[in-house]
């Protein structure tokens, strides 16, 4: 290899370094402007082109201000399958749970029941994603205990009883047939 070839090889190779310096300090700027508006309090709705950090920093915002409707549909928005989405549908669940306790202190608690049941689906759906995640499983189980689903070992009344094709042979003066 020639020293002119060289040279120009490691001109490019700083070309390129340069290259990747400029667009690694852009994004880090992003990124900086993005902390600086989640730090100050995401106030208005971002755009729903904006990033999903943004978003959820929004919905979270809300949450806490206890607009828990809002906060509820924001994060909705961004349940998909990464770790943003997950821990969006766990706060979801969180304001849904929340908003449960609320009505079951109220004079119409039984309008409880179905948002307890959406946070249970979310909880597990968020650990069907991410079994380790504990702080679902720990809200899971306090909403099991405010609600606890029918126990499936239990008999339905209204089911035929066991053994009912031999219940009905061996009594007498039952016609099998047509009555």
Known sequence: MTPQTRLRLAWGGLALLALAAV???WRWHDKQRDNA????????????????ELR???????????EHEAAIDAYRVLQDDSALGRAARYNA????????????????????LPLIELAKASYR???????????????????QRL?????????????????AERAATTMRGVSRGLP
């Open 37 to 52: 508006m989640i730090r100050a309090g995401i106030a208005e709705r971002p755009d729903p082109t904006a990033r999903a």
């Open 56 to 66: 959820f920093a929004h919905a979270t915002e809300l949450a806490r201000r206890g």
């Open 125 to 143: 759906e968020v650990l069907r994603q991410d079994p380790e995640h504990w702080e679902a499983r720990y809200n899971l189980e306090r909403a």
């Open 93 to 112: 669940a969180n304001q849904l749970l929340l908003q449960a306790l609320v009505l079951r202190g109220s004079a119409l608690p039984g309008q409880a």
């Open 23 to 25: 667009i690694d300090g």
């Open 147 to 163: 609600q606890p689903d029918p126990d499936d070992a239990e008999p339905d009344a209204g089911g035929p009883p066991e053994n």
